[in-house]
């Protein structure tokens, strides 16, 4: 075992903000252990309360949750979902793009989060939903007689024989789930997909939720037999990356319509979470109906923590340092001291993402041996060229960097398939990162189409090429693909756009269909081309787009400061972390040689790997060559450790990094930052 200095030295900061960023909790793992039961316990047991009286009465109650920014809120959210999840099924509502199609957002969304397995359980929300009603348990004599499917239509029409939205599909769509060849079928005609007619026939229903009135009415069918089984908590969070009204204010408008029918229609069993930062909701409450926001039952302010709560949160996040110790360390906060709090919050209050960035700068220092307050002071290897502070700019862009690895790895491991976000979502995101790269004159909607507008957006670039139009269309359904293609000749003949670019990976059809033979007609032998996008790209777009949400939140945190969204545009381009993505790549918009058929350079994995080990030491600026090697391999698992070792070998002999003590065993070495001369 190492001594506690040894340890500090050669350890990943426990205080990195990449270990803070919020999110959606079911992207989550964080472990149990981590969290202070103390802090913000009053709001917790009076969120405990209200739900239980929702099992209880089953009447819906909305509750209003504010408080500064890295006061605690998304955090807040996951640990009730760690907590009351045997209570209550919990669903994570993320930013909706358009407000016209907020409540087809929030069905997706709702039933995306359902479709998670509770930790501990072994089926999905859904599915724990589904099996507590006792229509689903009530299976008589009449199975003899019908098939079952009928029998179980049948029971919930007779448990339910009133009030239910398109009765019939929806419990044919219910009895769907418990088939595990159908589920994932059924849970996308939930959602909202657009499936084809096979799709529909195996489901047993006519036609998708394709409007704002039937996601509404879907989810009231949730909430009109919800009295029979738990609370489902409908959690709205990150608020300030909402679609805009005309006027340009956030649309909270567009929630609280949501909230009010939830009230108005009776709908059973929700008990609605609407999170936000105080100063938007302060900003933006005065375009909010009066009527709308009667319908809140209960406000919560989340409020600064005091010392000894913010000790607990050093202690949370040293004592792993602690435990590998060959001996007791001098004190549960070493090599940080409760003076340093108290010197900082003279108040007695702090907030706690504050608390968490002094903790980084603090032992940052006691890394390095800098002397500061009751830090430590150890004795380090001379590091003439290595970085011994480092100037913020360059700090935080290596501290971006890796934050976009962490992400990326993140969204890997959630985002499976195309389809997993809606239309509006996808060119929420391709429209995000067009306009950090640059380019000019983007528009959302080239379809003049109201129901297929919002598969489109169109650019700029320049004289030459004129205005070029984007389609982005993944429902499988094929009738919608051939009114999408119609529009888009529409668009061409108007001369709306002088240029077409059609994203696909879904089927295009056969040439019988009237959808391929106009397909065939714009992007065959044809100036205008078909991109058939790539997971990976998807990936690098939701994790920009998170970090968007974040920032426009003001909780994008990097090293000891919180990073708004102009600095987060302005990284994102110094970083080129968008130049990977290949989807861009085919929409020229790097290269602005509209139609180029290029063979395009897939970077070496191999470089990735340098880039990641090269941030790490710069942001930690010493660290351990065992630390380092592990934490690389946790974030790239398919690159063994002589790869690894080669990577920090090529970074040496760059340059870039060394070795402070090369004659020791390599299990010791400490590894640091070279500056460039």
Not at 237 to 244: A, G
Not at 607 to 620: C, G, N, P, S
């Amino acid at each position: 075992m190492a001594s506690i200095e040894q340890l500090v030295q050669r350890a990943v900061n426990p205080f990195d903000s990449t270990t803070f960023r919020p999110g959606n909790f079911w992207h989550e793992d964080r472990p149990t252990h981590a969290t202070i039961e103390s802090i913000h316990q009053e709001i917790v047991a009076e969120i405990e309360r209200i739900l239980e009286t929702v099992a209880g009465d089953r009447r819906s109650r909305t509750i209003l949750l504010s408080g500064d920014s890295g006061s605690g809120k998304s955090f807040l959210l996951s640990r009730l979902k760690q907590r009351l999840n045997p209570q209550a099924f919990f669903t994570y509502i993320g930013p909706w793009p358009e407000s016209d199609y907020i409540w087809r957002h929030t069905l997706r969304h709702t039933i995306d989060s359902l479709t998670y397995v509770p930790e501990g359980a072994q089926e999905s929300q859904l599915l724990l939903w589904l099996k507590s009603l006792s229509a689903f348990r009530d299976r008589g004599f009449l199975k003899r007689l019908i098939g079952e499917r009928h029998l179980f239509v049948h029971n919930f029409k007779s448990t339910y024989p009133t009030g239910i939205y398109n009765a019939n599909e929806f419990f044919s769509v219910l009895y769907h789930l418990t088939d595990p060849q159908l589920y994932s079928l059924a849970c996308d005609w939930l959602k909202g997909d657009d499936l084809d007619d096979e799709s529909l026939k195996a489901l047993h229903v006519s036609s998708s939720i394709d409007t704002e009135h039937k996601a509404q009415s879907i989810l009231g069918n949730f909430g009109r037999i919800a009295t029979a089984t738990q609370p489902i908590v409908l959690c709205f969070d990150n608020l300030d990356n909402v679609d805009r009204s005309d006027r340009g204010y956030i649309d909270l408008q567009a929630l609280f319509n949501v909230n009010s029918i939830v009230h108005n229609q009776k709908l059973k069993n929700f008990l609605v979470i609407v999170s936000i930062v105080t100063n938007t909701w302060n900003e933006n409450a005065r375009h909010v109906q009066p009527a709308d926001l009667a319908r809140i039952d209960t406000e919560l302010h989340l409020r600064p923590i005091d010392i000894d709560r913010a000790q607990q949160l050093w202690e949370t996040r040293l004592a792993p340092l602690h435990r590998q110790a060959d001996s007791p360390p001098p004190s549960s906060l070493y090599p940080l001291s409760r003076e340093a709090l108290e010197q900082k919050f003279p108040g007695d209050r702090a907030l706690p993402r504050s608390v968490l960035m002094l903790g980084r700068s603090l032992f940052q220092q006691a890394k390095i041996g800098v002397a500061n307050g009751g830090s430590p002071h150890f004795e380090t290897p001379v590091m003439s060229e290595v970085e011994d502070g480092g100037d913020r700019p360059t700090d935080e862009l290596a501290a971006f960097k890796l934050t976009w690895e962490t992400e990326l790895v993140q969204v890997q491991s959630k985002v499976r398939h195309i389809r997993q976000f809606s239309a509006p979502e996808l060119m929420q995101m391709l429209r995000q990162v067009l306009e950090v790269l640059g380019v000019t004159g983007v528009r959302p909607k080239l379809l003049e189409s109201p129901t297929y507008g919002r598969y489109s957006l169109s650019f700029y670039w320049s004289f030459k090429f004129g205005r070029v139009g984007v389609i982005w269309i993944e429902e499988p359904n094929l009738v919608s693909f051939c009114r999408v293609m119609k529009a888009a000749q529409e668009a061409l003949e108007k001369n709306t756009c002088q240029f077409l670019y059609l994203i696909r990976a879904e089927n295009l059809g056969v040439p019988r269909n009237q959808g391929y033979r106009r397909y065939k007609e714009l992007f065959v032998d044809s100036i205008h081309r078909h991109i058939i996008p790539d997971l990976d790209s998807l990936h690098i777009l939701e994790t920009y787009h998170n970090f968007v949400n974040s920032a426009k939140s003001g909780d994008f945190v990097l090293g000891d400061r919180a990073i708004d969204f102009e600095e987060l545009k302005a990284l994102t381009v110094r970083a080129e972390v968008l130049q990977d993505c290949r989807l861009l790549q085919k929409l020229d918009v790097f290269s602005h040689d509209l139609g180029s058929l290029l063979e395009i350079e897939e970077r070496d994995p191999f470089d990735r790997v340098k880039e990641y080990i090269f941030a790490l030491v710069k942001t930690q600026q010493l660290i351990g060559r065992t630390v380092l090697v592990e934490s690389t391999n946790a974030q790239f698992p398919d690159f063994q450790k002589d790869d690894i070792d080669r990577a920090i070998s090529t970074l040496c002999q760059e340059n870039r990094i060394a070795i402070l003590n090369p004659d020791s065993n390599p299990e010791e070495h400490l590894i640091g930052y070279v500056i460039s001369s």
